[in-house]
């Protein structure tokens, strides 16, 4: 065992490469070289790469549902357009780049904003080939046409008897400007064509409008029209709809082809000329449709006939056919792959090579709540993959470096269960349809290879042998069941899956089983249940038998255990109950050797690792926890869900513990422990460092140099101090006699070495110095050091240059909280703070007004006994005086005399 399995871990971060949901239904976009994904949920809009499934950039929208989405690129990045129920649309430019070490990808800030661009919801909307025009078309049948750059209406376009339902720009590239149309679908059944180079449909100052009458009506669709497409030169058009079939249209507007979906067509469009279908038909005008079926078609649009189909969703259609779920509502194609992107109604989205028309990546948009996970390694060496078990009889397989998702038809209810085998390469399950189902690698995907049949309700735990052989399934019929695997063969030839034998049943609880596991050995299984009980038992196998015998009862928990788990190298057992603690068992008197408090609601997960020295848990708190085991403590929590966290697992070289619950969101969780040592370490060297420079300073005089690493190191006591020391020492400034006659009042605290600090002073450290001197300046013992130094910035700082340097610090401080929740910085950034946070503290948060509030009582105060001073002055030289020359001078004259 290598070294870093026996050191203790101290911390975890957040990978950006966490699993969330990115899309929950609506409109969806993808940016021309296919790197970024533009994804909705409700009112917010998720920006994703394409490649790794990464977060780039979040838009939180208006607080009502986006309805609509287009890209324009007539800025660069590309800007996105959103159009928002409120009636509102607003453009949001991208990021040019991706951001570095983002668990949480930051906000976009929209630059250009339309309150009541429609009198009714936005459905669609649409950006010229030319990205100078925008179109939107709404619920109450307008269609108006913007200038993207301008942003104001050009066309207003009425007629329409429905809700607008398809919108195509179409630019014939070989005509240049001379033919600009609008095309246009309706729930009318009806296709109109509107001339954009018509000066009479243009919108005139004072928003009248002139002709809106459409350069064509075409009227052959019997349904709504989804799906409008001119191909590149303007001769052929096709439009689908819900009547089943697509239309092929030529420039006269003449109906010359019919395609047969046998489907309501939800999308179609044309791909370019030139593109190949499997290395075939790249002479041929091909188009695709979608639609309620859930696959893709494609079509030789002149001769009528369908080249290809693309498979849908795996394992939805097997389910139901008529289910709505399976139906495409958006496809969209990629030039930069060659594929076809369809989006469905499951929230899942496919992107199919044109190539080879399969799958060739998939991305799900929402997991629901996540029950259990499982780290697989398909190839025998590292964890590469990870199961999710979610509220779906579907599991989800996905790809850890790129994210890219492949979905386990079989079960018929949903997963309630996974284990893998002690080398990753067999994945099982357990089902609310009474079965267990084992999994193996088959080409880029998973195959299942057995099922277990025989439990009469669902089942809710499984575990299988480290060694191989046997496996266990614990079911809500109160029975355990073990399992032959002898038998099983791996071979990819044989398709179909094996039926498995059981060898032994045994009832062992009076309530639910929630949790199995089988020692390293694979000599005990332990089981914990809604009995509150943790239970013990003694394996027998062969290979041609089994059995089980209850050989203990770890009792404690006062409510149910959730979890139990084995240590792999102490007779041992962990279990973590809805009593909300964790407690160790000994396998030799099964007596309660170590409990752990800390979790403020059910402990739902608990492993063990470092080589058995430390725990993992996940409670329905939300939160993971990390335990020392020798002195109970918990030093690290994990905060990075919002609901219960059902799941955990650590991957097998322990480097990475992912964790999942019910806010369908998975994090993988990097060991830190390495790094934020090696940062604390750089801190205290930064720290000794900046301590020795301070005190050579200060043992050669070289005051200015003391006060300004004292201020950047944010030690007040020691500031003032040095202060005092240089006022105490400084020599009145010398003035020549003219001079002294003209100077004022502030020029008369002139100190030579305070100024030259003041003078070369950041915003921020101004900021800091005068936060100082605002405490200071609360003290009578204190303020005279405050008074002289606030007497230098007033003289050497204009009031434009002291406000300019809080309007940057307070600026600099809003912003670092408002993204202190949506990212985490890289190793690097992480490295170069802990250098700097010995020599620098945080930026003050303090206003000017605040400031002010704080320095005007008191120098009032100081000013008014400073006067009373001055007057008792006078008193006290009146009266020395007077004693000196005066009345009672002579009396005392005469008495000497």
Known sequence: MNGSKRELKTSFRASPNSIRPLYTGGPVALTRDGQWLITTMGEEVLVTEVSSGRGVARVKGDTTDITALALSYHTSPPTLITAHASLSVRYYPLPASLPEGTAKPPFLQYTKAFPRAAGAPILLVAVSPDSTLLATGSSDGIVKVWDMAGGYVTHLFRGHGGPVSALHFSFPTNE??????????????????????????????GGQEGKTKAKAVLESHVSVVRGIAVSEDGKYAVSGGRDKVVLVWDSKGKVIQTLLANEQVEACGLLPLGTAVEGEHADRLLCYTAGESGRVRIWDVLKGTEVAEMDGVAGVDEVDEDDEQQGVLQVMYDASSAALVSVHADQNILFHSLHSLECARQIVGFNDDIVDVAWLSPSGEEASHVALATNSNLVRVY?????????????????????????????????????????????????????????????????????????????????????????????????????????????????????????PNDRFLVSGSQDKLVKVFEIEHSSSSGSVKHIGTCKGHRRGVWSVRFSRTDRIVASGAADRTIK???????????????????????????????????????LVKLWNIRDESCVATLDGHEDKVWALAISPDESTILSAGADSVATFWDDSSAAEQAEANEALIAKVQAEQDFTNYVAVGDYRR???????????????????????????????????????????????????????????????????????????KTSGVAQAVLNAVVRLKSPDEIMGAFDRVNSKKEKEEEE?????????????????????????????????????????????????????????????????????GAEVMEVDV
């Open 176 to 205: 240049g400007r001379q033919r600009m149309e609008l095309w246009t679908g309706s729930t009318d059944a009806r296709v109109r064509v509107f001339d954009l180079r018509d000066a009479s449909a243009r919108v005139v100052v």
């Open 584 to 622: 160790l068992w000994s396998l030799d008197d099964f007596s309660c050797l170590k409990t752990f408090e800390g979790h403020t609601n059910s402990v739902l997960r608990v492993d063990f690792m470092t080589v058995g020295m430390q725990l993992v848990s996940a409670g329905g708190d939300g």
């Open 399 to 519: 790809d850890v470096g790129s994210l890219n998702a492949r979905l386990l038809p079989g079960h018929r209810d949903m997963v309630l269960a996974l284990a893998r085998s002690a080398d990753g390469k067999l994945l099982v399950t357990g089902s609310k349809d009474r079965t267990a189902r084992l999994w193996a690698p088959r080409g880029n995907g998973w195959a299942c290879v057995a099922i277990a049949e025989g439990h009469a309700e669902a089942v809710g735990a499984v575990a299988v042998a480290n060694k191989g052989g046997f496996m266990f399934t614990a079911s809500q019929d109160r029975t355990i069941k073990m399992w032959d695997l002898s038998s099983l063969s791996l071979d990819e030839d044989v398709h179909e899956p094996v039926k498995l034998r059981s060898l032994a049943t045994l009832h062992i609880a009076d309530k639910d089983i929630n949790a199995l596991d089988i020692a």
């Open 820 to 888: 202190e929740d949506q990212e985490e910085d890289d190793e690097e950034e992480k490295a170069k703070e802990a250098k700097e946070k010995a020599r620098k503290v945080v930026a003050p948060t303090i206003s000017m007004r605040e400031l002010l509030d704080g320095l005007l009582p008191y120098s009032e105060r100081h000013m008014t006994r400073v006067d009373r001073l001055v007057q008792e002055s006078y008193m006290l030289d009146y009266t020395i005086s007077e004693m000196d020359g005066g009345m009672f």
């Open 706 to 780: 003391a006060i300004k690493l004292a201020l950047a190191m944010g030690h007040p006591g020691r500031l003032l101090k040095l202060f005092r020391t240089v006022l105490t020492a400084a020599k009145p400034f010398a003035y020549s006699p003219e001079e002294e006659e003209e100077i004022d009042e502030i020029e008369r605290g002139r100190v030579a070495e305070i100024d030259a600090v003041i003078a070369g002073l950041s915003a921020l450290d101004l900021v800091r110095l005068l936060k100082c001197v605002r405490d200071w300046n609360a003290n009578a």
